[in-house]
C-alpha cells in the first residue's frame, strides 16, 4: 500500500505563480487514499477531548464530516459569507492568495463546549485564526486543530502556538 505522502499531487504555480497548490483531490479520488486519510487524522486526536467538530468551507467539510460521524460527534459548518440563513458571527482574514469573510451560525457551538477544528490544509494559519475568534466568541473552547497538509514554511503553527495542531502530513516548505 503506498504512503499517504504518496497521494498528494503537488501543483507548481497553482492558482498563481509562485504557489505550490497541494492537491487533495487525488487523495479522495482513491478508495486506500480516502481511508487512510480519514484514519490517519483520526490518530492524531485520539486522546483528545471534544464536544464538537467545525469544519471550514470547502475542504474541510470533506475531512471533518467523517471524523465527526465515526466519533458521533455533531458537524458545524463555517461557510464562506452569505450562504448561513440563519443569525451568524463573521471574521475576515487574509489568505496564501487572496482574502475571505467566513461565518458560523450563532447558535451552531454553546458556551463551554470543547471544540475540534478539521480542515485539509494549513498554510499562513489565517484561516485557522479566524475560524478560531469565531468559536471563541461564541464561548466555545478550542481543543485542537487537525489538517491532513501542514505547510510548515507558511508558519502557520506559530501564529496558532496557544492551541494544539496535528498534521499528518507535513512539508517543510510551502
Ligand atoms: O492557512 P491558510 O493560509 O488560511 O490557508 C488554508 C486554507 O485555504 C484553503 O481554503 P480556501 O479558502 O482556498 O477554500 P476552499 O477549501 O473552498 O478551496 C484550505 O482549504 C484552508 O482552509
Ligand atoms: N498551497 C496550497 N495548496 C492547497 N491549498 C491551499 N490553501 C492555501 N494554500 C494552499
Do not use: W
Not at 498563481?16 to 482513491?30: A, H, W
Not at 492524531?44 to 466519533?71: C, H, M, Q, W
Amino acid at each position: 500500500m503506498k504512503k499517504l505522502e504518496e497521494y498528494v499531487k503537488s501543483i507548481p504555480d497553482f492558482p498563481e505563480k509562485g504557489i505550490i497548490f497541494r492537491d487533495v483531490t487525488s487523495v479522495l479520488q482513491d478508495a486506500d487514499g480516502l481511508h487512510l486519510a480519514i484514519d490517519t487524522m483520526q490518530e492524531k486526536i485520539k486522546d483528545l477531548d471534544y464536544d464538537v467538530v467545525v469544519g471550514p468551507e470547502s475542504r474541510g467539510f470533506i475531512f471533518g464530516t467523517p471524523i465527526a460521524y465515526n466519533n458521533h460527534k455533531p458537524f458545524v459548518l463555517i461557510r464562506k459569507k452569505g450562504k448561513l440563513p440563519r443569525e451568524t458571527v463573521s471574521a475576515t482574514y487574509d489568505l496564501e492568495y487572496g482574502s475571505a469573510t467566513i461565518e458560523m451560525h450563532k447558535d451552531s457551538i454553546k458556551p463551554g463546549q470543547k471544540v475540534l477544528i478539521v480542515d485539509d490544509l494549513i498554510a499562513t494559519g489565517g484561516t485557522t485564526e479566524a475560524m478560531i475568534r469565531l468559536i471563541e466568541s461564541l464561548g466555545g473552547e478550542v481543543a485542537g486543530v487537525v489538517v491532513l497538509i501542514e505547510l510548515a514554511g507558511l508558519k502557520g503553527r506559530e501564529r496558532i502556538s496557544r492551541y494544539r495542531l496535528e498534521s499528518a502530513i507535513c512539508y517543510e516548505g510551502k
